[in-house]
Every structure is written in structure tokens, then in C-alpha cells.
């Protein structure tokens, strides 16, 4: 098939040699300095395009792609509190095509669903309190992680103690830190980390008196992130609408 990238850095340079791997095209690369490119016939010729940028730049991006008439997978975060209703209405009522994820690992998808089946244990015993933290590296400019309020929002679907998510401490890149972990009784607080290179670490922690129960996902490389865009991709290419990891990894 023949597939395009937005963005062009360490994620850009994985997922292209992935997709060569898997006998697919690179038939247009748009980065910060060539944006015209979004009006080129290379790029309309694109089955789909996956974008990994920024939180400013992701839904710009998708209208441009969309407007060439190319579907788009996309693992930017960030721009969905300003931008969510205007992307679900595209898809659902325009005819617009997104797979989005916050996170694209096979890892994480198996992740999300042991925290899923595991928040509906939980929600008999109330005598555990939840928490969460995340742990990425220094470039990353949204804190919580995607990925984070993701699993915070699965857990609070099935935590009936638990309303909403807030931040928790901010551990920054310089060293200091800022915030703190002490929220009310129905919030979920999440913890970032931001030091060195790390991929992706997401921890989420039951405890109790008695006991604590912890879950951990602890990304190696970014390659993990970047097989899972292009086989969303290649479900992409025959799907339509507002797509998720959910319609691709049925568990």
C-alpha cells in the first residue's frame, strides 16, 4: 500500500523503515519544512498517512490529509480537550477517516486490557485506593501522557469510586517538581516523570493496608509503537470512520 508520514522525527524514521519491511510505499514524508507538500499529487496518492507530531500541529494536519482525500492514523496527543468534538463529528458525520491511539503498542493494547478487567475486580473491594504514574523522556511536552489518561479514564469507567482523573506531581526534566499526589477521595491522580530517553513507562498501583497490587508497562525502544502504527495503518486502508486499538486488537 502506499503510505505516507507527517512528521518526520525519531518515531517518523522508525515507522518508514517498518512499512519498507512490510512491502509498503513511502510515497510523500512531510516534516515542518516542506508543509506544501500536503498539496502535492505524491501525497494524495497516499492510502494513509500516519502522523506523529505535535499537540498544536495534529488537527491542522488532519484537515489538510483529509482535505487530499487521504485517511489518517495518528498517534499525537494532546489536541483532543480543543479539538475532539470537531474530529468525532468528521468521522461520524463527513465521512473522514481516523485511527487514533494514544499509544499504538501491542504491549499496551494487552495492558489496557488487564487494567480494564482488573478495575472491574477492584470495584468490589474498597478498601484498595488506585493511583498511577507515568514515565517518559525529556522531550515529551504533555504530561499526563496520553496513554495515562487513557488508562485513568478505563479505570474510572469501571471504579465506581473514582469520578475523574487530575495531576498528580510533576517531576520535570530540570529535577524540580511540582503538584502533589494528595487529591480527594473519588479522584484518580497520575504522576509524571520526565528524565532521560525513556520510552514509556505507566504503572498503576492498588493499595491497602493489607496489601498492594501493581501493573507495569515498561516500553524498551519506540519500535513496539511504530509496528503498531503501520498495522493500523493497513486496517485503516480498508476501514472507515473514527477508529481505534479497540477495533483492531479484539480483547
Given amino acids: 500500500m502506499n503510505i505516507a508520514l507527517i512528521g518526520y522525527g525519531k518515531m517518523g524514521h522508525m515507522i518508514e523503515s517498518i512499512c519498507k519491511e512490510r512491502g509498503h510505499n513511502i510515497v510523500s514524508i512531510i516534516d515542518v519544512d516542506n508543509q506544501d507538500d500536503f498539496e502535492s499529487a505524491a501525497f494524495a496518492s497516499a492510502d494513509v498517512a500516519i ?16 482535505k ?13 480537550k480543543d479539538h475532539g468534538d470537531d474530529v468525532r463529528r468528521a ?57 495515562a ?10 471504579l465506581d469510586r473514582k469520578t475523574s482523573w487530575v495531576k498528580g506531581e510533576q517531576h520535570l526534566a530540570d529535577g524540580t517538581v511540582e503538584g502533589t499526589n494528595n487529591a480527594a477521595p473519588d479522584q484518580l491522580p497520575i504522576e509524571s516523570i520526565r528524565r532521560d530517553e525513556v520510552p514509556g513507562i505507566h504503572t498503576i498501583c492498588y493499595d491497602s493496608d493489607a ?3 501493581t501493573i507495569t ?4 525502544s519506540r519500535k513496539g509503537f511504530a509496528l503498531g502504527a503501520v498495522l493500523a495503518a493497513e486496517y485503516t486502508k480498508e476501514h472507515e470512520g473514527l477508529l481505534t486499538t479497540k477495533d483492531l486488537f479484539k480483547f
Fill in 51 to 66: 502522523e506523529f507530531t505535535s499537540p498544536t500541529a495534529a488537527y491542522s494536519n488532519y484537515l489538510r490529509a483529509w
Fill in 68 to 80: 487530499a482525500g487521504v485517511k489518517v492514523v495518528s498517534g499525537s496527543t494532546g489536541w483532543m
Fill in 91 to 147: 468521522c461520524t458525520e463527513e465521512g473522514k477517516t481516523l485511527f487514533w491511539a494514544s499509544n499504538f503498542s501491542i504491549g499496551v493494547a494487552i495492558f489496557s486490557a488487564v487494567n480494564r478487567y482488573l478495575a472491574k475486580i477492584m470495584n468490589q473491594f474498597s478498601q484498595y485506593d488506585v493511583r498511577m504514574s507515568e514515565t517518559h523522556h525529556v522531550h515529551k511536552l504533555d504530561a499526563p501522557s496520553g496513554t
Fill in 149 to 158: 489518561i487513557t488508562l485513568a479514564e478505563e479505570i474510572i469507567a469501571d
Fill in 211 to 213: 496489601d498492594s497490587i
Fill in 217 to 220: 508497562h515498561d516500553a524498551h
